[in-house]
């Protein structure tokens, strides 16, 4: 039950980022939801039923996953905290035309 009750709590936090910052994409306003909450990850994977289907790419779902579940954790203080791999990171570098 507290599954659910997390759930609801996201997604009003979530609703409420978007409406305070129209401009900012599904999800930036999911992960400053679910920033340092110590979410469980069968609740992170309903970003995808709340997300704008044109702010991610299908085939990055596992990486997107995988970021928003770090950003749950209590110990992510600081954005350089969050490490991706190389090869994750030459992918969206390319992906996106990034230097």
């Known amino acids: ?10 997604e009003n936090r ?9 401009f900012y994409s599904t999800y930036v306003c999911y992960a400053a939801a ?3 909450r110590n979410i469980p990850e069968r609740v992170i994977e309903n970003f ?5 289907k044109e702010d991610y790419d299908e085939r ?3 990486l997107i996953l995988k970021t ?8 992510v ?3 350089d905290d969050f490490k991706i791999k190389p090869e994750e ?11």
């Not at 039950?1 to 996201?10: F, G, H």
């Not at 995808?48 to 704008?52: R, T, Y």
């Not at 992918?91 to 035309?97: D, E, T």
């Open 34 to 36: 679910i920033w340092g």
């Open 89 to 99: 990171r030459e992918h969206l570098l390319v992906k996106h035309n990034l230097p």
């Open 48 to 52: 995808f039923s709340l997300a704008d």
């Open 77 to 79: 203080k600081r954005k």
């Open 60 to 62: 990055n779902r596992e």
């Open 1 to 10: 039950m507290k599954t659910k009750k997390q759930q609801s709590e996201i």
């Open 68 to 75: 928003l579940y770090f950003l749950t954790k209590d110990e």
């Open 14 to 22: 979530f609703w409420k980022f978007l409406r305070n910052n129209p």
